[in-house]
C-alpha cells in the first residue's frame, strides 16, 4: 500500500513538531530547577492566632539593620498602623486571616496578594520619611472599600 506524498509530508511534519516540544519539556526539566517562581510558604490559616510568628504581628528589627513587618490581614482590617525607618530595607511578610486581600502600599511599587494559608513575602526601602496608605485591592467582602492601613516612614 502507498502512502500519498502529502500524507507522509504531513506525518513527518507532525512528528518533527512532538519530538520538538518533547525535547524543549526535557531540556528544561534538565537544566532549569522544578520550582514554584517565587516565595511559597505556608502555614495553617485555622491556628493563625498560636503562630509563634503571625499570632502577635509586630515591626522587628534585626541586627544588620534590616527590619521586618509581618501582617495579618483580615476582614476588613490591616491592624495597627506600621511604622518603619527610611532607608533601610524592610521585608514584608503578610498572610490572611479569612479571605484573599490585596495589599498595596499607595505611592510605592510595593503590592501584594495575601492569602489564607500561605506567606507572600516582599522587601522594600523607603527613601523618604513620610505616610502611605495600604489599600486592599482585591474585593473581600461588603466593607472592602474602608479596608485601608497605614505605613508611617521616619
Ligand atoms: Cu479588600
Redesign the pocket.
Known amino acids: 500500500m502507498q502512502v500519498e506524498l502529502y500524507e507522509r509530508i504531513w506525518l513527518w511534519a507532525a512528528g518533527v513538531l512532538i519530538v520538538a516540544f518533547l525535547g524543549a519539556i526535557l531540556l528544561t526539566t534538565a537544566t532549569q530547577a522544578v520550582e514554584p517562581p517565587s516565595h511559597v510558604e505556608t502555614l495553617d490559616p485555622t491556628t493563625l492566632a498560636t503562630h509563634p510568628e503571625f499570632g502577635t504581628p509586630a515591626v522587628a528589627r534585626r541586627p544588620d539593620g534590616s527590619v521586618v513587618v509581618t501582617v495579618v490581614a483580615s476582614?476588613?482590617d490591616f491592624g495597627p498602623d506600621i511604622e518603619v525607618p527610611a532607608h533601610a530595607p524592610v521585608t514584608f511578610r503578610l498572610t490572611s486571616a479569612d479571605v484573599v486581600?490585596?495589599f498595596q502600599i499607595v505611592g510605592t511599587n510595593a503590592n501584594a496578594m495575601a492569602v489564607p494559608g500561605y506567606v507572600s513575602q516582599f522587601t522594600v526601602t523607603f527613601d523618604a520619611p513620610g505616610e502611605h496608605t495600604i489599600a486592599?485591592?482585591?474585593?473581600?467582602?461588603l466593607l472592602?472599600?474602608a479596608?485601608v492601613g497605614k505605613v508611617i516612614v521616619k
Open positions: 476582614m476588613f486581600h490585596g486592599c485591592n482585591e474585593y473581600c467582602g472592602h472599600h479596608m
